[in-house]
């Protein structure tokens, strides 16, 4: 079931429905992306459309899951000074995760799906918060493979994220428009921006990128995410464990 779509008394109906069989209440599904710069090539929806695509993939795997609203705008600060980026900081994000997650206790629980790295902080804040509070939530996040070959981090708009959305929606992608960017740490980006680390917003070499490639990636993170879900949903209602 998709939240939006539905009336309350559809999601009365679900609950009672799972109360009836002994089952918790569905556990609500938020995906979590951003509206920022991804290089010349990507779009600035990229992080939403991969948080999206995973999250629609992943309730056909399992049972008793729901699909919220995205949360698009997020913690995106490392990002300004490229045009386009909108950002509503941590402080604000983390506001928007705990109210959100209060107001759904209705849920046997709720999962972010994450799909930008840069609201770490606002969401791991945001979780122990309320698992400390009692609520069942999770953070998933997507575990990122390292590259073996001595090439630059795949930070932001590299080969993984040119991939993915390859696979996602391919004309939505600039692939005439693909650089290789400087390698960067995550502590280069908190100190400087992005911007001043890279003038494309590319950290990390999009060549090599294909929709196959994207289709593994994709894959591999909807698995763990289901199997992360699956860890944690015998709690049921009433617990709470932080991912």
Not at 110 to 134: D, I, K, P, Q, W
Not at 195 to 215: F, I, Y
Request: proline share 7%; charged share 20%.
């Amino acid at each position: 079931m998709r939240l939006g779509d539905a009336t309350w008394s559809d999601v009365d109906d679900a609950i009672a429905g799972h109360s009836l069989d002994g089952t918790p209440a569905p556990i609500l599904l938020i995906p979590v992306g951003s509206t920022e710069q991804h290089g010349p090539h990507l779009p600035i929806s990229t992080d939403t459309l991969i948080a999206e695509e995973i999250t629609e993939r992943a309730i056909h795997l399992t049972d008793g899951l729901m699909i919220g609203p995205t949360l698009s705008i997020s913690a995106s600060g490392e990002h300004a000074g490229f045009p386009g980026t909108l950002s509503i900081g941590n402080s604000a994000m983390s506001t928007v995760i705990v109210e959100l997650c209060r107001s759904a206790d209705w849920a046997a629980g709720v999962v972010f799906v994450n799909g930008h790295g840069g609201n770490h902080t606002a969401v791991t804040r945001s979780v122990e918060l309320l698992v400390g509070e009692g609520r069942s939530t999770l953070a998933w996040w997507p575990k990122w493979p390292q590259r073996q070959d001595g090439g630059p981090a795949d930070l932001h708009a590299g080969r993984i994220e040119t991939s993915m959305m390859l696979a996602i929606d391919p004309g939505l992608v600039r692939l005439e428009l693909t650089a290789p960017g400087p390698a960067a740490t995550v502590q280069d980006l908190r100190a400087k921006g992005v911007r001043a680390v890279s003038p494309t917003g590319v950290l990390g070499d999009p060549n090599g990128a294909s929709g196959r490639e994207g289709e593994r990636f994709i894959v591999s993170f909807v698995e763990d995410l289901i199997h992360e879900i699956e860890r944690w949903r015998p709690l049921g209602a009433g617990s709470a464990q932080a991912g």
